[in-house]
């Protein structure tokens, strides 16, 4: 890990720096907390800086913008975590129950901009490929809260209820089980929403939204609807459910999610000719199905002592990771009045026969006492072959042959990270990550025929840090 070489911390520090800051700023049960993750990357292949863009730069090679400029070396943001501001709830009524709610916002801390990926897009409108900013799908589209925004009841004996802009079960999830913890620089579960959206980015964040938790014992059970709407990630209705378990060092949970029209936006339009008013947006709406399997072990090795401030600080922890999902997009039948972001987004293609992706990952965490942490991970993702139709209900069945971007392809990834923390809200962080793009998840790539063969790989290395309230 020579990236952390400039870092001046000895690996065999003990005893954690004297924390100047209270564990949280909490007042009546109204908690304030926030984020800021900065510093610098270097990318053998991307492009530069996006003012709106979670996470700054196209971290990977899997992107259907195929944006690739040279390499970038630039300031950079959001690698470990997206930064954010927020206020959590956890009021009691003395009738036993809480009430409980979160008002969170991302925001690009180089900027001081909300996260907003829509106008990421439209910003590159007409702007070739390689000489486009970075630009990506994400259910951050700008709104005040663009992370989560709900209010409800809890209760020990009774479960909690809340209503709202909720995390899919699936993205939630996915933050206890990704050894990278959806990392914007070193976790494809993180920088990418398909896998918490249930194969659509848009549907990682479900407005409109109701979720009933409850934990009884070691099992813990959730379900999620969302009626959906106009100008929302989700433009019909959508449901989903998941069950646990928590035995000691042990934690599983399935998850299983289904969407109705969920967007996925594809490009911008720019020219006199395209009928969507001008800034508008291209998408495509699909109807997606997911199934998930996620565990970790975690074995407690010992080791712990007393922090600089009297209190005592965790031991040694090894942890092993696993997942899988499998998602389904398939044709949507459902017509909608669409938006997204406050933008047009015209319909150009529509799914024939469904794309299937499979995903898996594993990892593991290595956690001192001293805060040293050192986190590996892969992840593999593989596509089918699928067919598509021209404008909202066309039955051509264009596939693999005609469009290569349509074709069987595979997708590797793997990544190291060391990080050290010097108290509970101060960490510094330096890691690699390694991706490839093969055959059909590569096509449009330079070198690649027409997604049927070849191949695309990009290698990210950052270092920076994290201020955490």
């Given at each position: 890990m020579a990236l952390l070489a400039g870092v001046g911390l000895s690996v065999c520090a003990s005893v954690h720096a004297a924390d100047p800051l209270p564990d949280s700023f909490t007042y009546a049960g109204i908690t304030l907390y926030s984020t800021i993750d900065v510093g610098f990357a270097y990318q053998s292949h991307g492009v530069p800086l996006s003012t709106t863009l979670p996470g700054g730069l196209e971290y990977q090679a899997f992107t259907t913008t195929r944006n690739f400029a040279g390499h970038q070396a630039t300031v950079a943001e959001s690698g470990e975590q997206q930064s954010n501001v927020g206020i959590r709830a956890d009021?009691?009524?003395?009738?036993?129950f809480n009430i409980v709610g979160v008002l969170e916002t991302g925001f690009n801390p180089l900027s001081g901009q909300l996260t907003d990926a829509c106008a990421s897009i439209e910003q590159n409108s007409g702007v070739k490929q390689g000489h486009q900013t970075a630009n990506a799908d994400s259910s951050r589209c700008g709104q005040a809260f663009n992370s989560q925004a709900f209010g409800g009841v809890s209760s020990k004996q009774f479960g909690t209820l809340t209503i709202g802009r909720h995390n899919s079960l699936q993205l939630a999830a996915l933050a206890q089980y990704d050894p990278q913890t959806l990392s914007y620089a070193f976790s494809f579960l993180g920088y990418s929403g398909f896998d918490g959206g249930a194969g659509s980015t848009q549907g990682a964040r479900w407005d409109n939204s109701a979720k009933y938790a409850l934990v009884s014992g070691p099992v813990h059970a959730a379900v999620m609807f969302s009626n959906g709407g106009a100008d929302t990630g989700i433009q019909g209705q959508a449901y989903g459910g998941e069950v646990g378990v928590a035995i000691q060092g042990l934690s599983l949970d399935a998850v299983y999610q289904k969407e109705y029209g969920a967007v996925n936006l594809r490009s911008s339009f720019d020219n006199a000719a395209d009928p969507v008013p001008t800034p508008g947006l291209a998408a495509y709406i699909s109807d997606d199905t997911s199934y998930n399997l996620m565990g970790k072990y975690t074995f407690d090795l010992g080791g712990g002592g007393m922090g600089a401030d009297g209190k005592p600080t965790p031991g040694d922890k090894l942890t092993l990771y696993a997942g899988y999902s499998h998602m389904q997009k398939a044709h949507s039948d459902e017509s909608y009045?669409?938006?997204?972001?406050?933008?047009?987004?015209?319909?150009?293609?529509?799914?024939?026969?469904s794309a299937e992706y499979n995903l898996e990952w594993i990892g593991a965490k290595y956690q001192l006492a001293s805060g040293w942490s050192f986190t590996g991970a892969f992840y593999r993702a593989s596509q089918n072959s699928w067919t598509i139709g021209v404008g909202p209900t066309g039955t051509q069945g264009i596939g693999c042959s005609a469009a290569g971007l349509l074709c069987a392809g595979d997708f590797y990834e793997g990544s190291l990270v060391a990080d050290y923390a010097f108290n509970k809200h101060f960490d510094t962080y330096g890691g690699i990550n390694y991706s490839e793009v093969t055959d059909g998840l590569a096509n449009g790539f330079v070198g690649t025929t027409v997604g049927t063969s070849g191949s695309e790989n990009q290698a990210t290395a950052m270092v920076g840090f994290r201020l955490r309230l």
């Open positions: 009021v009691p009524t003395g009738y036993n009045a669409l938006s997204q972001g406050g933008y047009p987004i015209s319909i150009g293609i529509n799914i024939n026969d």
